[in-house]
Each structure stands twice: as C-alpha cells, then as structure tokens.
C-alpha cells in the first residue's frame, strides 16, 4: 500500500477517529482472528439528527478482477487510486428522505439501506447532496468500490475464503466454499449490523446492492487503471447499463465476493438495489 493521505483540499475540523473489531474467517467460514482497528471518519450532518459518515480510504494499488470466476472479471490487473472518502454505510431510508423529500425504498426502518434505487435515482441523490453541502459528492468508480471491498485482502471476500449469515446478510440456503447452509432473512437488515472491513466500512458484501458510475463493460481490457469510471457513451455504443456490486439480501454467497460484477440499465429499480457515496474534495 502507498500514497496514504487524505482528498485535496480536505477539511479536517468535522474528522473524528472511528474504531470497530475486523474478523477473518477460515474456509468452513469459523472465525479464526479478530482485529481492532480504526480509521479517519468525517461526518456530514443532513439535519439536528440525521448524518451521513464518511470513512478515509487511503491511496493506493491493488490488483483488481478474478480469472477464475466470470470473464467479466478478467483480465486482473493493477489499478492505482487517489485517496477519497467513502459513505461507512449504504444510504439509509433517513438519509434518503432527508435529502429528496420521499422514499423510493421498501425497507421499513429509518436505518435500514434505501432499495428499489436505480441509477438515475442514485445520481440525482448525489447531486442534491452536494448542492446542499457545497461538497463535491458522487458514487464510486467500480475500481475505487472494489478497492474499497477488499480492503488490502486479495481472498474472495475481505473476510476471507467464504462468509456466513453470522457476517453478511444474503440467502443463507446458497452457502459458499465449505460454509455451512444458513438463515435465508429474506429483507435488508439496519446498516452496519455485520462486522466491517479493514477500513471501517460496512455491507460491502451484501444487504444490497451498489450502484458505482460506470457503464458497463464485457471485460477489463480497456477499462482505466488510474481509479477513474468508464462513462463515455463512446467505449460502450448505445449501452445505458451500469455496474451495481456486492450482492444483497436475496442473493447467493457466490454473487457477493468482492470481484463480482452485475449490471442493469440505469432507469431500473428493483429490490435489493441500494447505493453509497463518496467524496473526492472539500470545495
């Protein structure tokens, strides 16, 4: 890991020190190390009650894709990205309608991650959120998200070989690797009721899905190595769809490691589809 630091122009007088326990489990998905650990958090107050927290990701390189799994994960190569923040959980219900004045979500706690979220929605959320805080907020490239998931592991999932129902919230019926079968919730369950990542950032497998900017691709030989989004029309003809990443609730174990792709045309909306955000300056 290198280029550890903070965004351009980062305004250090809402940071605050943020502290949480990792986990890593073996393939049969038991528990076999727990970590402290701790990150720089920025919280951005939307009302007297209501905040959106941001965790520092710092720079960095990793190796991004899976030439095991699908082709759309391939060829794995070496992507170098600017530090940034990035939201600690998806945007919940409260976020969502503090922010647009409705709620598109099917969730029903205040905490729970907004759903029935298409692109389009994700987007006009990120505009209206930076036109009220003045700050510059938008959704992931699918290289800053992975990077992100991974947390400096390079295993399928930053938990390790497999996960279980005890650490992420997906169909416990379709186990992965030697993890035993498990509970089936069959909704989204309240942001950050799981252990997080390395980073200090939480549901990056399953819950819900992620939207992140790129329109998709079949594969990643053209995709940028510099931690940008692929978002001209031009590489991608007349293509509307976009990446969504982690899995979610209703999904198998397999469809939430960390190199999974999936995509849908941006005007969609269907349940288990959530998002987060980041913040690349401090204008």
Same mark, same amino acid.
């Given at each position: 890991?290198?280029?550890?630091?903070?965004?351009?122009?980062?305004?250090?007088?809402?940071?605050?020190?943020?502290?949480?326990?990792?986990?890593?489990?073996?393939?049969?998905?038991?528990?076999?190390?727990?970590?402290?650990?701790?990150?720089?958090?920025?919280?951005?107050?939307?009302?007297? @009650? !209501?905040?959106? $927290? %941001? &965790?520092?990701?710092? =720079?960095?390189?990793?190796?991004? *894709?899976?030439?095991?799994?699908?082709?759309?994960?391939?060829?794995?190569?070496?992507?170098?990205?600017?530090?940034?923040?990035?939201?600690?959980?998806?945007?919940?219900?409260?976020?969502?309608?503090?922010?647009?004045?409705?709620?598109?979500?099917?969730?029903?706690?205040?905490?729970?991650?907004?759903?029935?979220?298409?692109?389009?929605?994700?987007?006009?959320?990120?505009?209206?959120?930076?036109?009220?805080?003045?700050?510059?907020?938008?959704?992931?490239?699918?290289?800053?998200?992975?990077?992100?998931?991974?947390?400096?592991?390079?295993?399928?999932?930053?938990?390790?070989? @497999? !996960?279980?129902? $005890? %650490? &992420?919230?997906?169909? =416990?019926?379709?186990?992965?690797? *030697?993890?035993?079968?498990?509970?089936?919730?069959?909704?989204?369950?309240?942001?950050?009721?799981?252990?997080?990542?390395?980073?200090?950032?939480?549901?990056?497998?399953?819950?819900?899905?992620?939207?992140?900017?790129?329109?998709?691709?079949?594969?990643?030989?053209?995709?940028?190595?510099?931690?940008?989004?692929?978002?001209?029309?031009?590489?991608?003809?007349?293509?509307?769809?976009?990446?969504?990443?982690?899995?979610?609730?209703?999904?198998?174990?397999?469809?939430?490691?960390?190199?999974?792709?999936?995509?849908?045309?941006?005007?969609?909306?269907?349940?288990?589809?959530?998002?987060?955000?980041?913040?690349?300056?401090?204008?």
């Amino acid at each position: 890991m290198s280029s550890v630091g903070k965004p351009a122009n980062s305004d250090l007088s809402n940071l605050t020190t943020c502290t949480f326990e990792t986990v890593s489990v073996d393939s049969n998905g038991e528990i076999i190390v727990r970590q402290s650990g701790s990150a720089s958090c920025l919280v951005e107050r939307l009302d007297l @009650t !209501i905040s959106l $927290d %941001l &965790v520092l990701i710092p =720079g960095g390189k990793f190796m991004m *894709g899976d030439n095991t799994h699908h082709p759309d994960e391939q060829p794995i190569r070496q992507v170098t990205l600017s530090p940034f923040y990035m939201g600690k959980y998806p945007v919940t219900q409260a976020q969502y309608r503090q922010i647009m004045g409705d709620n598109l979500g099917s969730g029903s706690g205040a905490d729970d991650p907004v759903e029935k979220i298409s692109w389009d929605d994700a987007i006009a959320f990120c505009t209206k959120l930076s036109q009220t805080t003045g700050k510059q907020y938008s959704l992931p490239s699918e290289s800053q998200w992975e990077y992100a998931c991974r947390a400096q592991t390079n295993s399928n999932f930053h938990f390790g070989e @497999t !996960i279980t129902p $005890d %650490l &992420v919230n997906y169909n =416990g019926e379709y186990p992965y690797n *030697g993890a035993p079968i498990g509970q089936n919730r069959d909704r989204s369950t309240p942001v950050g009721s799981f252990p997080p990542n390395a980073f200090g950032l939480y549901d990056m497998h399953g819950n819900v899905w992620e939207w992140c900017l790129d329109r998709y691709q079949p594969n990643y030989l053209t995709a940028p190595v510099d931690g940008s989004a692929v978002v001209d029309a031009s590489e991608l003809g007349s293509s509307s769809k976009r990446v969504m990443r982690g899995g979610a609730w209703d999904y198998v174990a397999k469809g939430c490691r960390s190199a999974v792709r999936s995509s849908m045309d941006s005007s969609l909306r269907m349940n288990g589809c959530g998002f987060r955000v980041i913040l690349t300056t401090l204008d």
